[in-house]
C-alpha cells in the first residue's frame, strides 16, 4: 500500500459529460502529480501541485483542469469528454520536490461511451 | 527537453535466469535522478530502484541492480534470479534537478515462465 488513495476506482461516463477524480496523498507528502495512462501510450504527465500551487504543466488538455486544496488533497476535473480521453489515471505523491520517487495511487480507470 | 526510451518494446526469460532491460535518456543536465518502476498486471506502479546522477556507484535493491554509464546515457536494469512474480511491465524516468514530474520510458513488458 502506497499510502496514495484515489477515487473512484472505476468511472463510466459518456461523450460529453464532466468527471472529478479525487486524490489524497501520503501523510507528509505536499507535491502531488497527476498522469494519464492509454493503452497505446506510456504514462504521460499532466500536472504537478506543491503545496496547494500549480508547480508544473505537460500534456493537460484545456479540458482538463486540477488543484490542490489547503488540505492537500487534489482533484482533477475532466470535462467535455472524449471516447479518446478513456485511460487510467494517476496520481502520485512524493515528500519533496527533488530527487524524490513518486508514490502513485492505484488509479481510476476512466471509460468514456 | 529531455526524453527517456526503452527500446525493448518485450522481452521474456525463464524463471532462475538474469534479464537486462534497457534504458537510454536524454537530457543537458548534470545532476538528475534516474528510476525503475515496475507495473504488474494489477496495474499498481511500484518503485523498483533509484539512482542519483552524481553517485558512481549503482544502485542494487535485492535481486535488481542497475548498470549507470552517465558518459552514454544509459541506465539499465539487472533482475538476477527471476522470478514469476517479477512479470510485469518496467517503466524507465527522469526527474531533473529542478525536481519537476517525472518523465517515462514507454516501458518494457516482462515475461517470466517456468
Known amino acids: 500500500d502506497s499510502g496514495v488513495t484515489q477515487t473512484p476506482k472505476h468511472l463510466i461516463t459518456a461523450t460529453g459529460q464532466r468527471v472529478t477524480l479525487r486524490c489524497s496523498p501520503r501523510s507528509g507528502d505536499l507535491s502531488v502529480y497527476w498522469y494519464q495512462q492509454s493503452l497505446d501510450q506510456g504514462l504521460q504527465f499532466l500536472i504537478q501541485?506543491?503545496?496547494?500551487?500549480?508547480?508544473a504543466k505537460g500534456n493537460i488538455l484545456e479540458r482538463f483542469s486540477a488543484q490542490q486544496f489547503p488540505d492537500l488533497h487534489s482533484e482533477l476535473n475532466l470535462s467535455s469528454l472524449e471516447l479518446g480521453d478513456s485511460a487510467l489515471y494517476f496520481c502520485?505523491?512524493?515528500?519533496?520536490?527533488?530527487?524524490?520517487?513518486?508514490?502513485f495511487g492505484n488509479g481510476t480507470r476512466l471509460t468514456v461511451t | 527537453a529531455q526524453t527517456v526510451t526503452q527500446s525493448q518494446p518485450e522481452m521474456s526469460v525463464q524463471e532462475a535466469e538474469t534479464v537486462t532491460l534497457s534504458c537510454t535518456y536524454d537530457?543537458?543536465?548534470?545532476?538528475?535522478?534516474l528510476f525503475w518502476y515496475k507495473q504488474p498486471p494489477s496495474r499498481q506502479m511500484i518503485l523498483v530502484i533509484r539512482q542519483e546522477a552524481y553517485k558512481q556507484q549503482n544502485a542494487t535493491e535485492n535481486r535488481f541492480s542497475v548498470n549507470f554509464q552517465k558518459a552514454a546515457k544509459s541506465f539499465s536494469l539487472k533482475i538476477s534470479d527471476s522470478q514469476l512474480g517479477d512479470t510485469a511491465m518496467y517503466f524507465c524516468a527522469y526527474s531533473n534537478q529542478a525536481g519537476t514530474a517525472l518523465i517515462f520510458g514507454k516501458g518494457t513488458t516482462l515475461s517470466v515462465s517456468s
Open positions: 537530457t543537458s543536465e548534470n545532476n538528475y535522478y
Open positions: 501541485y506543491y503545496n496547494g500551487e500549480e508547480r
Open positions: 502520485a505523491s512524493s515528500v519533496s520536490q527533488v530527487g524524490s520517487p513518486l508514490h
